[in-house]
Structures are given as structure tokens and as C-alpha cells.
């Protein structure tokens, strides 16, 4: 498909362990974000990467979560000892160059319960 | 700081009535960008336009159409004779220079036959 993929759809994690969320960027699309989306809310902003740089990392709400880009399209979130407050949808989208410009491309989210 | 609130928690109609659903921003850059966005019961969120700061005029595509009014600070979408597949949850958003969205809390449109 040409969209932006996630995986897994889905994850239930017990509490303290670590988990890692893929996204899978349009190709070509230099612009990537995370957004966590929890229940009822709008989507809140975790950080952003131009190709492998991450420009932003204001979003991430503790030192659990590590986002990297290594090669400027694959992209991968991790949440070390997750707790039941980072159960959530988190979203990623793309974008061709600035996401400002261009238009954001979203992902189906993968939907994380931490029990 | 940057923020979207989007008052209307949510609103119900019936096929074929207009629906407008309101958005109100804050920030202090002079350049930004307004988005809409639909998030069906799907989840996967929708993109339906993006405005600058210096553009105001209204735009309407179809069924949809959109009141941009910088003196108000707000950016209102309008659902002209909804339909059953309008029912969703609609979110309004502010970009900074980066692209980096901050979105309203969201409207639900409830569409009954």
C-alpha cells in the first residue's frame, strides 16, 4: 500500500515491560511524527524527525520513551517500563517536506493497553 | 503557547441538516497554519484542509466549507446537508513552523437517518 503502515495494531503490555512501536513512513516523505492519542482526547504531539534528525522531543512525557530514525525512513518508539498512564493510541504520520507545508499523512495507530 | 479549543463536545443531527462546528486558536507567531482533520470510528485520521495565516478566504469543497476569520482567531467548518457518513469525530489543529500539530479536544458529528 502507499499509506503510512504501524505495527503492531495492537499491544497489550504488562505493567514494567518495554515495548516497541513500528511505523512505516510513505516512501520518499522526509517529515515523521509521533502523536499519542489517549481515550476521548485529541492527538498530543511526542516528537518529530526531519530524515534521521529528531528536531523535537518536547512531546515525550518522561525518559521512558525513545523515539529513533536511524536511516531517515523506518521509524521506531520505544516505551521502557510501561505504565498504565501510557496506555494510549499512538499515532504516526508523515509528511513530503515540512509538515506544515505539506500535508500530514496518519497511520492507523497502534493501540497500546499496559495492564 | 500555542492552543485550539474546540467548544462543542458534540452535536447531533439529523440527514440532511447543516452542522457547523466552531474552532478558536491562540498563538503569537504571525505565520501558521490551520488544519481539519475527521477521525472515523475507524481511527485513522482524515485530512481535510490546511489554511495559511495570510489566505483568508473561505473555501468550500463540496459539502464542506470553511470560515476563516483571523480578527476572531477562528477557523469554522461547515457540513452543508450531512449525511450518515459525516458521523464522526472532527479535530481542528494549529502547526507551528515545524509542522508539529497541536489539535482541539474534537467534536463528535452524530448523523441519525
Known amino acids: 500500500g502507499a499509506g503510512v503502515s504501524q505495527s503492531p495494531r495492537y499491544k497489550v503490555a504488562k505493567r514494567g515491560q518495554d515495548v516497541a512501536l513500528r511505523c512505516d513512513p510513505i516512501?520518499?516523505?522526509?517529515?515523521l511524527f509521533w502523536y499519542q492519542q489517549a481515550l476521548g482526547q485529541g492527538p498530543e504531539f511526542l516528537t518529530y524527525?526531519?530524515?534521521?534528525?529528531?528536531?523535537?522531543k518536547s512531546g515525550l512525557p518522561s525518559d521512558r520513551f525513545f523515539a529513533e530514525r536511524p536511516e531517515g525512513s523506518v521509524s521506531t518508539l520505544k516505551i521502557q517500563r510501561t505504565q498504565q498512564e501510557d496506555s494510549a493510541v499512538y499515532l504516526c504520520?508523515?509528511?513530503?517536506?515540512?509538515?506544515?507545508?505539506?500535508?500530514?499523512?496518519f497511520g492507523p495507530g497502534t493501540r497500546l493497553t499496559v495492564l | 503557547a500555542q492552543k485550539v479549543t474546540q467548544a462543542q463536545t458534540e452535536i447531533s443531527v439529523v440527514e440532511k441538516e447543516d452542522v457547523t462546528l466552531d474552532c478558536v486558536y491562540e498563538?503569537?507567531?504571525?505565520?501558521?497554519?490551520l488544519f481539519w482533520y475527521k477521525q472515523p470510528p475507524s481511527g485513522e485520521l482524515v485530512f481535510l484542509i490546511r489554511?495559511?495565516?495570510?489566505?483568508?478566504q473561505n473555501e468550500i469543497s463540496g459539502r464542506y466549507s470553511w470560515n476563516f476569520q483571523k480578527s476572531t482567531s477562528s477557523f469554522n467548518f461547515t457540513i452543508t446537508a450531512s449525511q450518515v457518513v459525516d458521523s464522526a469525530v472532527y479535530f481542528c489543529?494549529?502547526?507551528?513552523?515545524?509542522?508539529?500539530?497541536?489539535f482541539g479536544a474534537g467534536t463528535q458529528v452524530v448523523v441519525t437517518p
Open positions: 504520520a508523515s509528511s513530503l517536506g515540512q509538515g506544515n507545508v505539506n500535508e500530514q499523512f
Open positions: 516512501s520518499g516523505h522526509v517529515s
Open positions: 524527525f526531519q530524515n534521521e534528525a529528531q528536531l523535537d
Open positions: 498563538t503569537r507567531d504571525t505565520t501558521y497554519y
Open positions: 489554511r495559511n495565516s495570510f489566505d483568508e
Open positions: 489543529a494549529l502547526s507551528d513552523s515545524w509542522g508539529k500539530l497541536q
